[in-house]
């Protein structure tokens, strides 16, 4: 993995446990002069997380040994260990995890047992189409429940995306709400 490829694993990795209520951080650490990843949290919102702890080794190697060994040593609940080189015919022990980064929010969500009803953190970057079709419905909810949005992690995309496709319109509904926010 890249160091690129790396940085933005490690986001996503925070921001998806930051979406299902963890109060998610970064720790790196030098293990026998390889650098590791370690993504730990706390459950802020049980009727979310269930007040699980966390951690998550992010590796780009195949060391998956040294990372057992890692969470082995750890007092969380859920231990994940995130790598692109996993493959399930590697025999993990049966508290730990082990995930390929694409496939940890939809096994994140099963643990969890996340409602269907709750948008996943990948999907809920609306796209233009949907923001065009439905961005002055949004706006007017922003401005109903202005607190309640303002505070979710999609927010401020939305924003983006709103000011990207109603910038040249004065008379827009949504500069008018952009414009009071």
Known sequence: MSNKLHEEVKKYIIAVLRHYGFNAQIIDWEIDNQQKIICAGKCELENLCNDYDIEIVIDETADIEGDIEILSETQSDLKFIISPEYNESISLPEDIYGVRPES????????????????????????????????????????????????TPEFEGIVTELLKIYKDTDESLAIKWLNKI
Do not use: D, H, V
């Open 104 to 151: 940890f929010e939809n096994i994140l969500r099963s643990i969890l047992k996340i409602p269907e009803n709750y948008a996943p953190y990948t999907n809920p970057k609306l796209t233009r189409e949907i923001i065009r079709k439905y961005g002055e419905e949004i706006l007017y909810e922003i401005g109903r429940n202005p607190q309640e949005i303002m505070n």
